[in-house]
């Protein structure tokens, strides 16, 4: 079982900047494929950006594409989502998740392939 609590969401202003923190507990982090995705009231949770077990291959959303960073840190069990000129379309709920499984290919971007749920937390991006 794997624990997982962001943090880092927040009232913003259009073009500003946002960190999103997921620390996780158990001591296989390592061993997990990360992904962040966002949900806005009344739509679908959507794929956002993902990264494989060592870090080095990375995955985004067309829409989040140039503007934000995933990255992780497997020794503080933590991964990332730096957001960087926030747009009000990023308004929503963000939720990191990790991928048990021992595919080894590309992150995948399917909610349905990820095991591991956090809470949440809230960005607004106002304009």
């Known amino acids: 079982q794997l624990q997982l609590v962001e943090s880092g969401g927040g009232l913003v202003q259009a073009g500003g900047s946002l960190r999103l923190s997921c620390a996780a507990s158990?001591?296989?982090?390592?061993?997990?494929?990360m992904g962040w995705f966002r949900q806005a009231p009344g739509e679908e949770r959507d794929f956002v950006a993902a990264?494989?077990?060592?870090?080095?291959?990375?995955d985004y959303a067309d829409s989040v594409k140039g503007r934000f960073t995933i990255s992780r840190d497997n020794a503080k069990n933590t991964v990332y989502l730096q957001m960087n000129s926030l747009k009000s379309e990023d308004t929503a709920g963000y939720y990191c998740a990790a991928d048990r499984s021992p595919y080894s290919g590309p992150p995948r971007q399917s909610s349905h392939e990820y095991d591991y749920w956090g809470q949440g937390t809230q960005v607004t991006v106002s304009s």
């Open positions: 990264i494989n077990r060592s870090g080095r291959i990375t």
């Open positions: 158990g001591r296989t982090f390592s061993s997990y494929v």
